[in-house]
Nanobody, 124 residues
Framework: QVQLVESGGGLVQAGDSLRLSCVVS????????MGWFRQAPGKEREFVAC???????SYEDSVKGRFTISSYNAKNTMYLQMNSLKPEDTAVYYC??????????????????WGRGTQVTVSS
């Protein structure tokens, strides 16, 4: 059974930092492209960042320079370090897994497995 479990969300003030974690079980973690997505109230879910092969990464423009995605294969865990948080970063953050290491994946469709999400709220 595949499980993706996010943690690390919370309520912070603008300018603060948070680190999200996604622990994966039931699939060969190192063979999957991993991604973070987010969904703000009343908006569509959107791509935030992805990582494959431990080093190839891609970011949505609004988070470049503030967010850092990483993974630790030995722990089947992916992270999202979020610095200089802004109120517009408020959303439910989801981790997702797509089979294969063919390249960066910035749309939802290739991601086969999803976590339930963790809430991030940034106050002004």
């Amino acid at each position: 059974q595949v499980q993706l479990v996010e943690s690390g969300g919370g309520l912070v003030q603008a300018g603060d930092s948070l680190r999200l974690s996604c622990v994966v079980s039931g699939l060969p973690f190192s063979s999957y492209t991993m991604g973070w997505f987010r969904q703000a109230p009343g908006k569509e879910r959107e791509f935030v960042a992805c990582i494959l092969d431990g080093s190839l990464t891609s970011y949505e423009d609004s988070v470049k320079g503030r967010f850092t995605i990483s993974s630790y294969n030995a722990k089947n865990t992916m992270y999202l370090q979020m610095n200089s948080l802004k109120p517009e970063d408020t959303a439910v953050y989801y981790c997702a897994a797509a089979p294969g290491l063919l390249g960066v994946l910035t749309t939802e469709r290739p991601y086969r497995f999803w976590g339930r999400g963790t809430q991030v709220t940034v106050s002004s």
